[in-house]
């Protein structure tokens, strides 16, 4: 079974500079897809980022990027010029290319934004 | 497009009663997937459901039922209620639930369980 670890249960950050939110994942898989996902206190769940493993180059959106290491098995997010509406709770989680509909989710990190 | 809407936010039921939560997925997406959010468990994959048949299951006990029906509005159903079920239940949706696919979540139905 795919399993996900976030090791860093809670970060913190200063407005306008950058954070990194580390995510490790474990399987024997080929086909797989990585992804962020943001929860703000208002609790719906948004997609910010994602990765296909056959994918070398890492994915930007706008002020957040992936380091996506396939032989690691580590794909962290970076936030650049991080914003107070950053403030969130953020899941890294793993979609195999087999199994339909299911993501499995790391356990988040709380990540705070200082004015 | 409206989101994914869940029906009811918040509910209260005592142990051994049951409860059944609903989903409208994005007009168009045909597949639904459900998952429980707990403090202690985090996000927990329950089913997934595609053209009315459930194409996968997580690792819940058979209390734990879904349906989905031909207009892709699904819902789950709770059965025997234990405290440990008081938790967020998220639901999601994706046009084919492909692996690629966004999934687009709603905003939850909170359960608690007393």
């Known amino acids: 079974a795919q399993t996900v670890t976030q090791s860093q249960p809670e970060m913190s950050v200063q407005e306008a500079e950058t954070v990194t939110l580390s995510c490790t994942y474990d399987?024997?898989?080929?086909?797989?897809?990585l992804f962020w996902y943001k929860q703000p206190p208002s609790r719906q769940m948004i997609l910010v980022i994602r990765?296909?493993?056959?994918?070398?180059q890492n994915a930007t959106e706008n002020r957040f990027s992936v380091n996506f290491q396939k032989a690691a098995k580590s794909f962290s997010l970076k936030i650049s010029d991080s914003q107070l509406g950053d403030a969130a709770m953020y899941f890294c989680?793993?979609?195999?290319?087999?199994?339909?509909?299911?993501?499995?989710f790391g356990d988040g990190t709380t990540l705070t934004v200082k004015p | 497009k409206a989101g994914v809407t869940q029906t009811p936010r918040y509910l209260i039921k005592t142990r051994g009663q049951q409860v059944t939560l609903s989903c409208s997925p994005i007009?168009?997406?045909?597949?639904v997937s459900w998952y429980q959010q707990t403090p202690g468990q985090g996000l927990q994959f329950l089913f997934e459901?595609?053209?009315?048949?459930?194409?996968n299951k997580g690792n819940f006990p058979g209390r734990f039922s879904g349906r989905q029906f031909s207009n892709s509005r699904s819902e789950m159903n709770v059965s025997t209620l234990e405290l440990g079920d008081s938790a967020l239940y998220l639901c999601?949706?994706?046009?084919?639930?492909?692996?690629?696919?966004?999934?687009?979540f709603g905003p939850g139905t909170r359960l608690t369980v007393l």
């Open positions: 399987t024997s898989e080929s086909d797989y897809y």
């Open positions: 990765q296909e493993a056959y994918k070398q």
């Open positions: 989680a793993y979609r195999s290319g087999d199994i339909a509909g299911k993501s499995t």
């Open positions: 999601a949706s994706t046009f084919s639930g492909g692996p690629y696919n966004e999934q687009f």
């Open positions: 459901y595609f053209s009315e048949t459930q194409r």
């Open positions: 007009s168009g997406h045909r597949s």
